[in-house]
């Protein structure tokens, strides 16, 4: 709408973990298993899956009214998807940015597969941190004695007489992988111990005490036990001081082969429960307390993840982020809500490598070969034969990569890269990226980093994270708390645009939108009633406009009267507020202010002062420069709700009499955006308008007040508001019939009886009231309730007089009959000051 190029290209990703998930669990009711069906098989068979429930998504965007390029759509395993794959893993082996190691990565023993960091992220769990007495050998007596001499209170003397250590953990089923206990080289307290053996507990290991420069010796004891199969920081403290590496489980979390065999095949939190016995028993427990600590898991199906020891493929980050880094810092890509500028460039800073290979079976397979000869080929193409040995016999790596791997390449995989296309040309950088916070490291960041290593600049340049939607109770909406809305059926029962107004005039920048899903209608009827409203306005509108040509805005101008430069004023404001706000993402700011404009101005007042124009015959120099500015004033209304409201400004604008001598655009979402400079401006008038506006609505208020019949008409009188004031009014009169049922306005203060209000802009009104309502009742009703109201005044106030009461009642309560007593005060004197009005008048 602004005239430049832009382009939505829908599409989805092959979810990995998740699909592959959905069908195992499909293949498992069936009573088989994807090892029943073989790897092409299974594939074959998530294909069928996928081609049958892959189109949701697309089909929901639809429904919502996202303005995507249907014909564009791209899947993460396409052809030309899977090939820019290829081509970015190749490349980046060929720069040594991926390597294949064994390291420890976080294991998934439900999903079996190696995880990134970021999918394996830790959550606070209430755990236990138990202390374990590990007995030293009978030769590191007098290293130990010198330890206790030293100051160590975490050494001494088991009940046999034996020497033993304390080390503290909160996985104590680990202890069957230990192979050291590392102290700081540095702590005095230990260093006599370094190189004593320990007996492990259960098993017939000898473990050495190690010296070790990571070891914070404030850290609990200073004392750490060694699991190098199953701890990050203790594999680099065994790859440093030389302990062994012993894996204690099996995929599925189990206890395997190597560890003692009163625990094998156990799952881990059943061993955990039987250590924590045997230490018991062997008197080896020293104590346990409440320990709050981050535990990791996983991010698709919430088991607690296993840090493992394994052979997996790793891209090597930090080359990578460098630049994407620098691009934050420089403000080269920006981010809104501005904090998480923060938290990416903290990320990127402390950026770890990242594992993409996962042990499925659906996903991009892993490009490289392996020969008996030992030959590893990492290939664009698939080889025949090994390049060393001429082998046939290759074998190709059995993992997939990361799904976001592949989602990392979007901003130019989807257009055809490495083809240099036309698309890739025009749209390759775009502009915007529009997304969750809680993506911004698994996809945002590694775009960034994608953007830098392939082309040397970021794929776009705005990041603009935007909330979440939640229950009332601010948790994420899920099908296993059942707190969820599906949107087709919110779409179905009150339609998109009822939809999307709430949720977008909800979107306040850096906040979460909170829908209540027990009463979905009550949730979404502001939207729907606005898209109604406007759907009212605009049909009423178009009955009154007629088929008669409509000329253009600039032929009428000096026939404009003032509620027509009024409202041009207005929708000049309208959207020069609303093109701002857009600007800076306060889409909800957007929302409001357009709400405000086409109910509260057009609505309520513009159409309500121009009817008579429209449908008497009148004037017809009048009657055009009315016609001209609807016309004008909803085309533009429409344009700027349609980005929020989209299905119905398009159907109403496509109905709209066009102004003879321009070309109508092809459709309102190509029509351009209303240019904020060169939009109508008039102070003068907005000033009579609201003046109008004022009195009106007062002279509304009083009719209520005073219970005036709503078919009476009355007569007002004002003066003080100097000739503005009057000229406006005198000139609206069939408007004030209309929207006050006021037949005579008289410029002087009145005498008699009846009702007075001082309006914010200068002058007074004063309404008559003999002979339009029944004084003698009105006067007779008014003393009534000023005596009831002083009743409850005296009772109250001797209430609160009452010192036993004031001392014994709770705080709440006094306080409640306080402001009790000061609201009938209130009232009370309003009341009077009204029944002084009706018995003396003004003379
Ligand atoms: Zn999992
Ligand atoms: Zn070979």
Known sequence: MQGRASLWV??????????????????????????DLGREGFVEAIWDFVDKTGNQIITQLKSLGASCDWERTRFTLDENLSRAVREVFVHLYEQDLIYRGEYIINWCPRCHTALSNEEAEGRDSEGKLWRIRYPLDDSAAEAAQASLDAGADAVGRLDDGRWYLTVSTTRPETMLGDTGVAVHPEDARYVSLVGSNIELPFTDRRIPVVADEHVDPEFGSGLVKVTPAHDPNDFEIASRSGLEILDVMTDDAKMNKSVPSEFQDMDRFDARDAVLEGLSELGLLAGEEEYMHAVPHCYRCDTVVEPRLSLQWFVKMKPLAEPALQASREG???????????????????????????????????PVWYCGCGEQIVAREDPTECLACGSTELEQDPDVLDT?????????SVFGWPEKTPDLEAFYPGNTMVTAPEILFFWVARMIM???????????????????????QGRK???????????????????????????????????????????????????????????????????????????????????????????????????????????????????????????????DWYLELVKDRLTLDTDAKSREAARSTLVAVLDEALRLLHPIVPFVTAELWSLLPWPEGSSRPEDLIIAPWPDSESSFEDPMAENQMEALRELITEVRRLRKEYSIPEGKRIGIHIWGGGADLTNTVMSQLSALERLARIDRVVPDPGTGVGANAVLNRGGELFIPLEG??????????????????????????????????????????????????????????????KLDALEVGRS
């Open 772 to 833: 339009i309502i029944d004084l003698d009742h009105e006067r007779t009703r008014l003393r009534k309730e000023i005596e009831r109201l002083r009743a409850q005044i005296v009772t109250t106030a001797k209430k609160l007089e009452n010192q036993n009461f004031v001392a014994k009642a709770p705080e709440e309560v006094v306080s409640k009959e306080r402001d009790k007593l000061s609201s009938f005060q209130e009232r009370a004197a309003k009341l009077e000051e």
């Open 332 to 366: 080269t890509v920006t981010f809104t809500p501005g904090h998480w500028q923060g938290v990416y460039e903290h990320w990127m800073e402390n950026i770890r490598d990242w594992c993409i290979s996962r042990q499925l079976w659906w996903g991009h397979r892993i």
């Open 10 to 35: 829908p599409g989805t990703d092959h979810a990995g973990i998740a699909t592959q998930n959905v069908v195992e669990r499909r293949l498992a009711n069936a009573g088989s298993t994807k090892e």
């Open 404 to 412: 976001w791997f592949s989602s990392q390449l979007w901003p130019f």
């Open 477 to 603: 909406m899920s099908k296993s708390l059942g707190n969820g809305i599906d949107p087709l059926e919110v779409v179905n029962a009150y339609g998109a645009d009822a939809m999307r107004f709430t949720i977008i005039s909800q979107a306040a920048v850096g906040t979460d939108i909170n829908l209540d899903h027990e009463d979905v209608e009550a949730t979404f009827s502001n939207g729907r009633n606005f898209a109604n409203k406007i759907w009212n306005a605009g049909r009423f509108a178009l009955l009154s406009l007629g088929d008669a040509p409509v000329r253009p805005l600039n032929e009428v101008m000096s026939d404009l009267a003032l509620e027509d430069r009024w409202i041009l004023a207005r929708l000049g404001h309208a959207s020069r507020t609303a093109t701002r706000n857009l600007e800076r993402y306060r889409l909800h700011e957007v929302a409001d202010g357009l709400y405000h404009f086409f109910w509260g101005e057009l609505c």
């Open 450 to 472: 994608m953007g830098y290593e392939f082309f040397g600049e970021p794929p776009f340049t705005e990041v603009y994270l935007h909330g979440t939607v939640r229950d009332m």
